[in-house]
């Protein structure tokens, strides 16, 4: 079972960056795609973006596309969640996830039946207009 733990979120003005950060821990990390959700207040999760195992493709939301990179650290089993031009609507719980089939291109995370293998608590992310 892979543990995820997130870090880097905050408070930031409309305009600015944040990078979230995703430490794993386990044997697959290196095999699975990696992907970020998140929910704002009173909404279901959403898919953010996803990166595949070999880190080869990605994958965003159209809401995020063009502002966010999702990228991973092999070597420090770690994905990271660039955020730039943030505005008050990506306020939200950002959450870390693993997807449950090995060798994953990730794509299948963004659809309506994404397999997690695991979820990390969840970072904050809140922006100011």
């Known amino acids: 079972q892979v543990q995820l733990v997130e870090s880097g979120g905050g408070l930031v003005q409309a305009g600015g960056s944040l990078r979230l950060s995703c430490a794993a821990s386990?044997?697959?990390?290196?095999?699975?795609?990696m992907g970020w959700f998140r929910q704002a207040p009173g909404k279901e999760r959403e898919f953010v973006a996803a990166?595949?195992?070999?880190?080869?493709?990605?994958y965003y939301a159209d809401s995020v596309k063009g502002r966010f990179t999702i990228s991973r650290e092999y070597a420090a089993d770690t994905v990271h969640l660039q955020m730039n031009s943030l505005k008050p609507e990506d306020t939200a719980v950002y959450y870390c996830?693993?997807?449950?089939?090995?060798?994953?291109?990730?794509?299948?995370?963004?659809?309506?039946?994404?397999?997690?293998?695991?979820w990390g608590q969840g970072t904050q992310v809140t922006v100011s207009s």
């Open positions: 386990g044997r697959t990390f290196s095999r699975s795609a």
């Open positions: 990166i595949s195992w070999s880190g080869t493709s990605t």
């Open positions: 996830a693993s997807d449950a089939r090995r060798f994953s291109n990730g794509q299948t995370m963004g659809g309506p039946d994404p397999e997690i293998r695991s």
